[in-house]
């Protein structure tokens, strides 16, 4: 197969996902390639979720400029995507003395930069605001316009919408060569061959080595790893804000996140690895992540962790994100897209929009673009009587696949519909399996459903593609 | 023949009492640590023919699950557990089937040693 | 499962394991004329459906039974004494009213979403198993790591093997009873890692699943970190010290392509929660009295969802009476309240049920908190009786006569398991 295209995104993360969004408002054939299983398995999948105000970074760089643009977009995008999305407000609080001092310097920095509605608490605030908090906190800076949302139901939004609009988009599909094709290039990939006028790297973590596939590798990536633990049910309202520290001027710090599904989450850590497939968590980071959020909150124990995970930040030397084009023509990097790229990636969209046509792609508006996506149904959610409602009229919705999160198979199918292919995919799509009892009961129903959905054996379905399978059939000798 | 002790874990019941043998080959001098006479059963049988209970399942074709479970109605040789296995495997059932119904008789070629179905399973689809 | 289900019911029982089939049987040998029984999966017998080994029944039927045996059987019985059961049948939730009604609701495939009422209500709605979560265990996150539960049902009931080299970390009996089916089915047990410096096990498992096969047994040894990206390739063990830390110095390599975790099982109480039934923070399940009766009149529980046991027959046991009080319950009769509170004493870790009360004979259902021998059991200072050996691994149950309690005149009793703390017991077994 060899396509043409007007862009090819290479890579199918939040950065890739919003971008391929954004052109498919435009006359242009767009393809969305992604190397693994399902889109947004990368680190758009093991973040933090939270859609920074911005008042930390400092304007001087790009991402310092587009993480309170990028802010200011949610609720739009929020609006017509339907991915849950809520400004639950940040606190950065003072362990010290000398963290005062640095809180009123976030506060000048973020009022300069339009950061709204910044104030400082005094303590007596912040024990009325947030009870649970260490008494120990001598004060913190309230940042209201801060917010939560499940970054891969983001995603799969995004390149949901992206393909009601045309973008064409291919996953288990890596670029594996990048050649010169005319006044474009060729992304070359185990499934055929994919001609672009532009062709964006938006690779994350892998985005320098891309960038090498195109010749133009003038930076280099450094994985800095981010380990997360989710908490038990046990500790849910325990904080209503994002509690943050001071940050340093590494990272953010480690902080307690109340997630858009009201679970607390803490983390992350920040390490710089060698190894980009490196989502290990260890033992010394738990330490250190219990250790810190127990000064925050001494009702955090380590025993209610239900789960860990590890994404890699893809730090570019510099320290900034590298966006924009190369000495190879058509080639255009969205690259180094490091924290805060989750807030910032609707911004990188219209970034990245405005400079391609720069370089000349003409952008016609496409009379019928459509802007909404319907959100998935979330039975759990729903009155008791519109659950009966459906029930009645649907008796999938009265067969519980996932008992801890309380999800249907209506809601099992849907997801399929919508382009799940994987467990994880229907994990992350419906919270099947995320529950306490992380997917003991669930796992067969969701496999059947799944193995009958695409039609193939029990034993090829996989929990996220590749490599990962999770049976294999039984007593394959006795066949023969 | 000097006498020699063993211990054995009785596996006769749940409570697995820790049984001390003293034996001369094949023949019992002592038995301590045995709780009921099922132990003391259980200690000869252990020394002079081993028996392992034994149960699997076998594929099963038009029921609702993969798979039928299926026990051998008396102890095996515990040594030829995995021959018994393998021979069970090769089993191939077709439901409807009755919990209790025979699938093999005489397996390992011994008479009384039956395989049968422990559960019922109906039919469904052609 | 096909099966009637009405609005109105004098006993429901949720869940229909062995507990909550033996509850309905008893609810109605009680008197109770309207019996309901509801599961969410396709047909009741719980759990039981997937044990295919033999080890059911030898008190209740006085023969050794496989687990979808003991669980036809029940069911058969069930349906001879006209208890409605039905399967596909999810609790989503349950409350009380305030003229006292208890209510659940069922989310029925096919049937839609239905309110049903009952005089009476039993809690059978077993355990789940502890997962990698709750031990945190450092790494990657791949495929291949799974409960032995589920690799239970994957072999025995859906024909999947869950891998070919597999290490399985805990030695409760579903992990060493695995090993051994897996073994039958021709995948390859690398060993299995006890953190504790004994088994979790019963013996009995000990020695025919693992001993018969030459299958390994590392006591006081932990699982440190699991490692492959897509897939499991290999675990790191540690040995661990007396505080149960691992010693990082000695660790090791074992490779293998699933992990089975046999680490414990935990009361699944979310529905009791809901209802406002009060838990006890030691068996995670719901504090009863004498008559199994929760914090809430009229709610009883009964099996595994009140704490968990290692043998059925005793689930069956207590199930019977939690039905017998409930159907009772139903037709109106009434007891006198408990006035004698149990307190677990030494090496005691916890005693059901919570309080009792003179005049009747109870069944006490205790576990110690570590290996002893040789031990006995102390009632107050009424009942003193040897017991031989003790372990964690294996419920003890007592009963106490009614003439007991009569010499009995506190509002506290204490049960203490005295003894000389026992080391590790299993011939066979390596460090
Ligand atoms: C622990 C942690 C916490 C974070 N918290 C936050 C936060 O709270 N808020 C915030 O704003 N940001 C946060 N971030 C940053 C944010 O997650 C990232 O900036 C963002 O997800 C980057 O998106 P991306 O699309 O560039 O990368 P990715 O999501 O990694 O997408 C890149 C995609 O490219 C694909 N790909 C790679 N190579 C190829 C190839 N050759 N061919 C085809 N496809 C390829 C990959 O499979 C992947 O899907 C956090 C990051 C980490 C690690
Ligand atoms: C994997 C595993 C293996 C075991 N192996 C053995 C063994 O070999 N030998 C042994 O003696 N014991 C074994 N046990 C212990 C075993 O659980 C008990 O012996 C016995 O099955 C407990 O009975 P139960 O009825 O309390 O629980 P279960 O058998 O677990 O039954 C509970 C039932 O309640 C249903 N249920 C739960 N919540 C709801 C709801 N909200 N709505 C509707 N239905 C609901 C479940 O579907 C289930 O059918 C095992 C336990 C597990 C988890
Ligand atoms: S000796 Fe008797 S009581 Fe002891 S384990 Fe054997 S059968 Fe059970």
Same mark, same amino acid.
């Given at each position: 197969m060899s396509e043409r295209y007007d862009v090819?995104?290479?890579?199918?993360?939040?950065?890739?996902?919003?971008?391929?969004?954004?052109?498919?408002?435009?006359?242009? &054939?767009i393809a969305l390639l992604e190397r693994q299983a399902e889109v947004g398995f990368g680190t758009s999948k093991t973040n933090s979720g939270i859609i920074h105000p911005?008042? !930390? *970074?400092?304007?001087?760089?790009?991402?310092?400029?587009?993480?309170?643009?990028?802010?200011?977009?949610?609720?739009?995008?929020?609006?017509?995507?339907?991915?849950?999305?809520?400004?639950?407000?940040?606190?950065?609080?003072?362990?010290?003395?000398?963290?005062?001092?640095?809180?009123?310097?976030?506060?000048?920095?973020?009022?300069a930069k339009g950061v709204p509605g910044l104030e400082l608490w005094d303590p007596a605030r912040l024990r009325r605001e947030e009870p649970n908090l260490s008494r120990e906190l001598r004060g913190a800076l309230h940042a209201p316009s801060a917010g939560v949302i499940n970054p891969y139901e983001l995603v799969f939004a995004l390149v949901e919408s992206a393909a009601r609009n045309g973008v064409e988009l291919a996953v288990d599909c890596p670029v594996t060569a990048l050649a010169a094709d005319g006044d474009g290039l060729a992304a070359h990939t185990p499934r055929g061959v994919f001609r672009g006028r532009f062709v964006l790297n938006c690779a994350g973590v892998a985005s320098d080595r891309v960038a090498a596939l195109a010749g133009a590798a003038t930076f280099t990536i450094t994985p800095r790893k981010g380990e997360e633990y989710m908490l038990d049910k046990r500790l849910l309202g325990l904080v209503r804000r994002l509690v943050f520290p001071v940050p340093s001027p590494k990272t953010k710090g480690t902080l307690i996140i109340?997630?858009? !599904?009201?679970?607390?989450?803490?983390?992350?850590?920040?390490?710089?690895?060698?190894? &980009?497939?490196?989502?290990?968590?260890?033992?010394?980071?738990?330490?250190e992540v219990f250790a810190f959020v127990r000064r925050l909150c001494p009702s955090i124990d380590p025993r209610d962790a239900i789960t860990a995970f590890a994404g890699l930040r893809a730090v570019a030397d510099g320290n900034d994100f590298v966006i924009g084009p190369t000495s190879v023509r058509g080639f255009v990097n969205v690259a180094g897209i490091q924290s805060p790229g989750l807030t910032a990636a609707p911004a990188i969209a219209e970034h990245v929009r405005d400079l391609l046509a720069a370089e000349g792609l003409a952008l016609v508006a496409k009379p019928d673009f459509a802007p909404e996506v319907r959100a998935p149904a979330r039975f759990a959610h729903l009155a008791p009587e519109v659950q009966e409602a459906l029930a009645a009229r649907d008796p999938r919705f009265a067969r519980v696949v996932c008992r801890c999160e309380l999800v249907t198979e209506a809601e099992i199918d849907d997801a399929v519909d919508h382009g799940a292919r994987t467990l994880d995919g229907l994990k992350f799509r419906t919270r099947a399996g995320m529950g306490r009892c992380q997917g003991g009961f669930c796992t067969p129903r969701a496999m059947e459903i799944l193995a009958r959905r695409l039609g193939v054996p029990l034993h090829a379905v996989t929990k996220r593609g590749g490599g990962s399978w999770i049976a294999l059939p039984m007593g394959a000798e006795q066949e023969a | 023949m000097s006498p020699v002790t063993t211990t054995l874990t009785c596996i006769a019941c749940p409570i697995g009492c820790?049984?001390?043998?003293?034996?001369?080959?094949?023949?019992?001098?002592?038995?301590?640590?045995?709780?009921c006479d099922r132990g003391a059963k259980y200690a000869a049988e252990e020394l002079i023919d081993p028996r392992r209970q034994l149960s699997t399942t076998v594929a099963i074709e038009g029921a609702r699950s993969a798979r039928l479970p299926v026990k051998v109605t008396r102890p095996v040789p515990r040594d030829r557990v995995l021959e018994a296995v393998a021979a069970i495997h090769r089993l191939r059932v077709r439901a409807p089937v009755r919990a209790g119904e025979v699938l093999l008789e005489a397996l390992l070629g011994e008479e009384g040693l039956a395989v049968v179905a422990t559960r019922s399973l109906g039919r469904v689809g052609p | 499962m096909l099966g009637r289900m009405e609005g109105d019911y004098d006993v429901v029982v949720v869940g229909g394991g062995p507990a909550g089939l033996a509850a309905a049987i008893g609810a109605r !040998?009680?008197?109770? *004329?309207?019996?309901?029984?509801?599961?969410?999966?396709?047909?009741?017998?719980?759990?039981?459906?997937?044990?295919?080994?033999?080890?059911?029944?030898?008190?209740?039927?006085?023969?050794?039974?496989?687990?979808?045996?003991?669980?036809?059987?029940?069911?058969?019985?069930?349906?001879?004494?006209?208890?409605?059961?039905?399967?596909?049948?999810?609790?989503?939730?349950?409350?009380?009213?305030?003229?006292?009604?208890r209510r659940v609701r069922v989310m029925r495939e096919g049937h839609g979403i239905r309110t049903v009422r009952s005089r009476a209500?039993?809690?059978?709605?077993?355990?789940?198993?502890?997962?990698?979560?709750?031990?945190?265990?450092?790494?990657?996150?791949?495929?291949?790591v799974l409960t032995a539960g589920l690799a239970q049902r994957f072999v025995n009931v859906m024909g999947l093997l869950p891998g070919r080299r597999v290490a399985i970390l805990g030695s409760g009996d579903i992990g060493?009873?695995?090993?051994?089916?897996?073994?039958?089915?021709?995948c390859e047990v690398v060993g299995v890692f006890e953190l504790m410096p004994f088994s979790n096990g019963l013996t009995r498992n000990v020695v025919q699943c693992l001993g018969d096969f030459g299958i390994p047994l590392h006591l006081s040894t932990t699982v440190v970190e699991i490692h492959g990206q897509d897939r499991v390739d290999k675990i790191t063990v540690a040995p661990v010290g007396a505080d149960l830390a691992p010693d990082l110095s000695r660790c090791r390599e074992v490779a293998c392509d699933t992990l089975l975790l046999s680490i414990g099982l935990v009361p699944e109480n979310e529905l009791s929660q809901g209802l406002g039934v009060e838990l006890d923070v030691v068996t995670q399940g719901p504090r009863v009295s004498s008559t199994l009766e929760t914090s809430l009149p009229g709610v009883f529980a009964c099996g595994n969802v009140l704490h968990v046991h290692d043998l059925c027959d005793y689930v069956t046991e207590e199930a019977l009476l939690a039905g017998r009080f409930a159907g009772e319950l139903a037709g109106g009769v009434k007891r006198p309240r408990d006035n004698i509170r149990v307190v677990p004493g030494d090496n005691v870790r916890y005693c059901v049920p919570h309080t009792l009360a003179p005049g009747r004979e109870h069944t006490i259902y205790l576990r110690s908190e570590r290996p002893l021998r040789p031990a006995a059991?102390?009632?107050?200072?009424?009942?003193?009786?040897?017991?031989?050996?003790?372990?964690?691994?294996?419920?003890?149950?007592?009963?106490?006569?009614?003439?007991?309690?009569d010499r009995f005149h506190g509002e506290a009793l204490r049960i203490d398991l005295l003894g000389e703390p026992a080391g590790p017991h299993l011939a066979g077994a390596e460090p």
């Open positions: 090819v995104v290479i890579g199918g993360g939040v950065v890739g996902a919003a971008i391929a969004r954004e052109l498919s408002r435009f006359r242009l &054939r911005g008042h !930390d *970074t400092s304007s001087a760089t790009l991402k310092g400029r587009l993480v309170v643009r990028g802010n200011a977009l949610y609720d739009r995008l929020a609006a017509e995507l339907h991915f849950g999305f809520r400004r639950i407000g940040q606190l950065n609080v003072a362990l010290e003395p000398a963290d005062l001092v640095a809180l009123e310097r976030l506060k000048a920095q973020g009022d109340p997630t858009f !599904d009201g679970t607390i989450m803490v983390g992350p850590t920040a390490e710089d690895v060698l190894d &980009r497939d490196d989502v290990a968590t260890t033992a010394r980071g738990a330490r | 820790a049984l001390r043998l003293t034996h001369e080959g094949r023949d019992i001098v002592e038995l301590a640590g045995a709780t | !040998d009680a008197g109770a *004329t309207r019996v309901l029984v509801v599961d969410r999966e396709d047909e009741a017998g719980g759990i039981l459906l997937q044990c295919i080994h033999a080890g059911f029944g030898l008190h209740y039927f006085k023969e050794e039974l496989t687990g979808p045996e003991y669980a036809e059987r029940f069911v058969a019985r069930a349906l001879d004494r006209d208890i409605d059961v039905v399967g596909s049948a999810y609790v989503s939730g349950a409350g009380l009213d305030s003229d006292g009604t209500m039993v809690l059978a709605m077993g355990c789940r198993e502890r997962t990698r979560g709750a031990l945190h265990i450092p790494g990657t996150r791949p495929a291949g060493l009873i695995m090993a051994r089916r897996l073994t039958l089915e021709g059991i102390r009632v107050g200072d009424l009942v003193r009786r040897k017991l031989g050996f003790v372990t964690p691994a294996e419920m003890i149950t007592f009963r106490i006569k009614p003439d007991v309690l």
